[in-house]
């Protein structure tokens, strides 16, 4: 009788913390291999619900975010680029993509301008660290936002997928306009990805609704992907890594730098001879103690 009764009080205190546990799981939350940072590009289950703010899982991401929120603090910004692994490479103090700085601080030295994306990310993410204190108080000028690559993944998908990836980019164009109702945001075409060809069209169905969103004012829209790739959506030699034939190289990035400048340049004129944007930030598990291991990195995830 005694061993029965403590089997009972097992299984109910089973069942309340697995009742627990899924109340603090949001009901939109993505799939699992969606916030892992080991997810490889083109590898992810389709991400549902893009509009719904969901945060990242892996410590990682958290020390990246809390990294993020400090950055944003400091002020001094008045272009915030916010993304995925495609933007962050590009802004960040990590040593492997240096000459990606380098060719940062050419293009926007004097613009004030700072780097907020994150590897891995999709757009319920972004849109969930949008909504949790990374863009408050900020108040830039211009947003670039350039997103969604995650969410298609290296797959073609169907009308219901270009429709929750238009509908999310939706989202995240109108909690930037709520907490920075003054800036100007340059909403960015998805840049083709070549590791699976067959995705190019669904690619470029997203582009065109992201284009209808565009007012030419508040909204501008920006595709630089007839420089980046030919007419079937093959990106030229050099565009990209080759390993990965998706994230930019300094080439593929100087090719969206030539698209945004003449409108940095129409909005705040030219650059100044100083510039007062926060430092570059970097992947917090590379900042680790000797004999401390790092935690898992995002750098080789879009």
């Given at each position: 009788?005694?061993?029965?009764i ?161 509908r ?6 109108a ?8 800036a ?5 075409a ?80 030219p ?10 930030t ?12 790092s ?8």
């Amino acid at each position: 009788m005694k061993r029965s009764i403590q089997f009972f009080g097992a299984f109910v205190t089973a069942a309340v913390l697995c009742n627990f546990s899924s109340a603090q799981t949001p009901p939109t939350a993505a799939p699992a291999t969606t916030n892992s940072a080991n997810a490889a590009p083109g590898n992810r289950a389709f991400r549902s619900r893009a509009d719904q703010p969901t945060p990242r899982r892996d410590a990682n991401s958290q020390l990246a975010h809390e990294q993020l929120l400090e950055k944003a603090k400091k002020g001094g910004i008045d272009i915030y680029f916010e993304g995925d692994s495609i933007t962050r490479r590009w802004g960040t103090s990590d040593a492997q993509y240096k000459e990606n700085l380098a060719n940062w601080n050419t293009n926007f030295f004097g613009w004030n301008a700072a780097d907020f994306g994150w590897g891995a990310d999709g757009i319920e993410n972004i849109l969930w660290r949008l909504e949790n204190g990374e863009l408050d108080g900020v108040n830039p000028k211009i947003i670039v936002l350039l997103a969604g690559i995650n969410n298609a993944g290296a797959q073609p998908g169907d009308d219901a997928k270009v429709e929750d990836i238009t509908r999310g980019l939706k989202a995240v164009l109108a909690v930037c306009q709520q907490k920075a109702p003054g800036a100007t945001i340059v909403l960015t075409a998805i840049f083709p990805r070549n590791d699976n060809m067959a995705v190019i069209p669904t690619i470029n169905k997203i582009n065109d609704n992201l284009a209808r969103l565009a007012d030419g004012k508040k909204i501008r829209f920006l595709n630089v992907n007839d420089k980046l790739a030919d007419k079937d959506g093959r990106l030229f030699d050099g565009m990209v890594n080759a390993g990965d034939k998706l994230h930019p190289t300094v080439k593929g990035y100087q090719v969206w730098a030539d698209g945004l400048k003449p409108i940095f340049t129409a909005l705040l004129g030219p650059p100044a001879k100083t510039d007062h944007a926060p430092p570059p930030t970097g992947d917090p598990s590379a900042r680790k103690s000797p004999g401390v291991p790092s935690v898992t990195t995002n750098a080789n995830h879009t």
